[in-house]
């Protein structure tokens, strides 16, 4: 049974950065298509960023473009998303996402906050 557990989370300034991160098992992580969405309080699930399962192609949501990147480690099996210069907008709880096969997984998500 494939599993996802994110970590990383937490409260930043805007402005700040934090690297989330997202620990696979049970399933071939250097195969599958992963990716990070975000949900906001009263919104829904947006895809925020996509990458391939070489790692050699990425692609983002307009609105965090330039300021976040997506990157995965086969050797760890695991995702990462590194987000610079935050802004209050990116509070959401934030879920990686495995497609592998027909299969799909989602972790439990991790909170993030920006505020002053």
């Known amino acids: 049974q494939g599993q996802l557990v994110e970590s990383g989370g937490g409260m930043v300034q805007p402005g700040g950065s934090l690297r989330l991160s997202c620990a696979s098992s049970?399933?071939?992580?250097?195969?599958?298509?992963m990716s990070w969405y975000r949900q906001a309080p009263g919104r829904e699930r947006e895809l925020v960023a996509v990458i391939s399962e070489s790692g050699g192609s990425a692609d983002y949501a307009d609105s965090v473009k330039g300021r976040f990147t997506i990157s995965r480690d086969s050797a760890k099996d695991t995702l990462f998303l590194q987000m610079n210069n935050l802004k209050p907008e990116d509070t959401a709880v934030y879920y990686c996402?495995?497609?592998?096969?027909?299969?799909?997984?989602w972790g439990q998500g991790t909170q993030v906050t920006v505020s002053s």
């Open positions: 049970g399933f071939p992580f250097s195969s599958a298509a």
């Open positions: 996402r495995a497609r592998s096969g027909l299969v799909d997984y």
